[in-house]
Structure formats: C-alpha cells, structure tokens
C-alpha cells in the first residue's frame, strides 16, 4: 500500500465514523511553516500533500505552489475538505497500485514539495519513502513532515495531560512499525536541508489561544480516543474532563496552549 494508503485500513475506519468531527478537530499550523518551506524550494509548480484530511494544509502550501494535490485514504474527510482553485483533492484507494498513483500525483521528477502533518507515524515507511522519491524533482525537491508530541499550558493542568496521554498508550496504532510511537526515531533518509535530520527532528513550538472545549475537541478527535470508545472505554470521560475543568479556570478562559512539535525536511540524497 503506498503512501497515504499506507495507513492502515482500520485507522481508516476510524475516521470515516467522525470526519465531519475531525475537520474542526485539527490544530491550526503557524502560515510561517509554509513560508518556511516554500523558501527550501527552488521551483513552486507541485505540492502534494499526503493525508489531506479537511485540506488545511493544502490550503497553507497553495499560497505558494502553482498546484497542490491532496490525497487521503478516506472519502469521508476528503467530502469535507475546503475547496481551493489550487488544490486537487484525490481520494486514493488502498488498491491504487503504486504506479498509477504515481501518475495520478504529477509522474516521475514532478513534486517541488511533499507535506505530511501528524500522519507520518501510521505510514509503512519504506513503501511511502520509495513512492516519495520516484515523485520529487531532482535537484531542488522537498519532503517535510511534521506533527507535535506533547500539549503544555501550565503547571498544574499539564500533569493531567500527561496521565490521559498515558492512557491513550493501549490504544494506539500500532499496525505500523511506528504507529504513533513518537518516541521512536524516525526513519527519514533523505539529506538535510537545514530543518533536522535522521534521529534528530527539529523542535517547534506551536502556540494557539484555545478554550477548554477547544482542546478537548481536539483530544477527542484523537484515534486513540475513537478505537477506546470502541472497546468500551472513554478516555474523556466525566470524571476525566471535570478534573481537566478544575485546573484549566472559568469555562470560558481561553488559555495560550503550546503544542510541543517536531519537523523534519530532507532532499533525495544523490
């Protein structure tokens, strides 16, 4: 299964039951990230951008590239996506044989700029990688993937995040040799390009003004919380979230919340 349909078939699933959910769940990423990656790139033709979802990220590159095409393995989000005159939704099916996606994106040496946000952990690797290499230009194009591992927003909420982060552990995806294992190191062989490299992501820190609810919709959107809520758990249940309530303040504070994050950028090596 290639890139993004190498998600696996049960996270799809997942998804498939919450998209409308999920597309108001995503944090917001900084319009510096997409200037910063924009400048890594010679040529501004064709981005793709790999698990799509509601096509924020698409609609972030496409302030840059001339096309972007965002590919998802579920049909469901991609219905919910934002439409843009420069993006090119395409729902890649986990049959699509390699080579046909490869034509589907652009062909062989046709992508100035591949973006995966968050997803990365769920992908098999080597098939994604391979599929990457045959797409980017040579010299010039870009692989940039990026998602946060940890939420700060203060001394005493934040060891309340740190348990329901450990209690998403049992449910995590772990289908894939990373499957959201963020404390593995990632396998990223490709050539530096100045924003980290093979064992050693550089750290961002992502802030956004949120409430309460705000965060907590965006927990529940997490597929740990789906597939738990699946066997019979809640990992936000009452209980839970009164304790979140307690040490967040007043229900309507909105509170500066720093996603704690990775990037990770690199060119075919020669």
């Not at 696996?8 to 919450?18: F, I, N, Q, V």
Request: glycine share 6%; hydrophobic share 40%; proline share 7%.
């Amino acid at each position: 299964m290639p890139t993004d349909q190498a998600q696996s078939k049960g996270m799809a699933g997942l998804y498939d039951k919450r998209a409308d959910f999920y597309v108001d769940a995503r944090p917001t990423y900084p319009t510096e990230w997409y200037s910063m990656l924009a400048a890594l790139t010679p040529h501004h033709s064709l981005a793709w951008d790999v698990s799509t979802g509601n096509g924020q990220v698409a609609i972030g590159v496409a302030k840059h590239y001339e096309l972007v095409v965002g590919t998802d393995v579920n049909e469901a989000r991609l219905k919910l996506a934002m439409p843009h005159p420069c993006i090119r939704y395409l729902h890649t099916s986990t049959s699509v044989p390699d080579d046909e996606l490869v034509d589907l994106i652009g062909g062989e040496n046709s992508v100035d700029l591949v973006t995966v946000a968050t997803a990365i952990y769920s992908f098999e690797l080597p098939k994604f990688y391979t599929i990457v290499k045959r797409l980017l230009k040579k010299p010039g194009g870009v692989i940039a993937v990026w998602g946060y591992f940890d939420i700060v927003v203060s001394p005493i909420f934040d060891p309340l995040i740190k348990r329901f982060r450990d209690s998403n552990i049992p449910y995590l995806d772990l289908k894939t040799p990373y499957g959201n294992n963020v404390s593995k190191p990632l396998p990223f062989p490709f050539e530096s390009v100045g924003l980290g490299c093979e064992g050693e992501p550089r750290q961002l820190d992502m802030s956004m003004e949120l409430s309460l609810e705000n965060l907590l919709t965006i927990l529940r959107s997490w597929s740990s919380v789906t597939m738990a809520k699946d066997q019979g758990v809640d990992l936000l249940s009452e209980s839970v979230v009164k304790e979140f309530e307690s040490a967040w303040g007043a229900p309507t504070l909105v509170r500066s919340v720093i996603f704690k994050s990775f990037v990770l950028a690199g060119k075919v090596r020669h």
